[in-house]
């Protein structure tokens, strides 16, 4: 049980065009979806929190006008990278808690990530 | 004061090795403890939940001390495929109930 699916795994696109990445919770409701980025040799970093029908909250010196997040559905939420630039290159997880698991003490389930290059 | 602290390795060991790795963090407040394991280039896998005073599954053994605030993991009988990332993460993490990352210790078990 408890597991996410992310898509793509991987993208190479051109710098200026934007990228859309999908995170589905598959046998389970998620009405809250973290978006993390990990650059290499480096942790995970949490982006922004993604929750079902209300505005994404985002960490200090993430903008939210360029890594747009939907989560229009209790299994579905996107993240648009806009504008993409060299330095967006990274890899991008998502990650759920089953909603049926109510306490922040239960893990956290992650998608296989997207690997977005840039040029 | 990092939430974790874990000694990041390599921790090179050959084939059929015990290793351990430990993990101190700085939240008396933390209930829960997850153990992930991350190979290169891939996304964290959940390996083992802790919530009392330790766990076991199959070759792998975690050890809770709360009063030292400290959290170990044992491996016995090392494999090849062993060989990734692994990191310690209390929860709750932070304030949206996300879990919040260090960069975890590196094994590789060698043949």
């Known amino acids: 049980g408890a597991v996410v699916s992310q898509h793509p795994s991987w993208v190479i696109c051109k710098s200026g065009t934007s990228v859309k990445i999908e995170c589905r919770s598959l046998?389970?409701?998620?009405?809250?979806m973290f978006w993390y980025r990990q650059f290499p040799k480096q942790s995970l970093m949490l982006m922004a929190t993604?929750?079902?029908?209300?505005?994404?909250?985002?960490e200090q010196g993430v903008e939210k006008d360029k890594f747009l997040i939907n989560h229009a559905s209790l299994t579905l939420s996107t993240l648009t990278v806009t504008s993409a630039h060299p330095e967006d290159s990274s890899f991008y997880i998502c990650?759920?808690?089953?909603?049926?698991?109510?306490?922040?003490?239960?893990?956290?389930?992650f998608g296989n990530g997207t690997r977005l290059t840039v040029t | 004061r990092k939430e974790v602290e874990q000694d990041p390795g390599p921790f090179n060991v050959p084939e059929g090795a015990t290793v351990a790795f430990n993990c101190t963090y700085s939240?008396?407040?933390?209930?829960?403890f997850f153990w992930y394991r991350q190979d290169c280039r891939k996304e964290p896998k959940l390996l083992m939940s802790?919530?009392?005073s330790g766990n076991e599954d199959g070759r792998f053994t975690a050890q809770l001390n709360r009063a030292s605030q400290y959290i170990s993991l044992l491996i016995r009988d090392s494999k090849l495929s062993d060989s990734a990332t692994y990191l310690c993460?209390?929860?709750?993490?932070?304030?949206?109930?996300?879990?919040?990352f260090g960069k975890g210790t590196k094994l590789s078990v060698k043949p």
């Open positions: 993604s929750n079902e029908g209300s505005k994404a909250t985002y």
């Open positions: 993460v209390p929860g709750p993490g932070g304030s949206q109930g996300n879990l919040i």
């Open positions: 802790v919530y009392s």
């Open positions: 046998d389970f409701q998620a009405t809250t």
């Open positions: 990650s759920a808690r089953d909603a049926r698991i109510s306490s922040y003490n239960s893990p956290l389930h």
């Open positions: 939240n008396s407040a933390s209930q829960s």
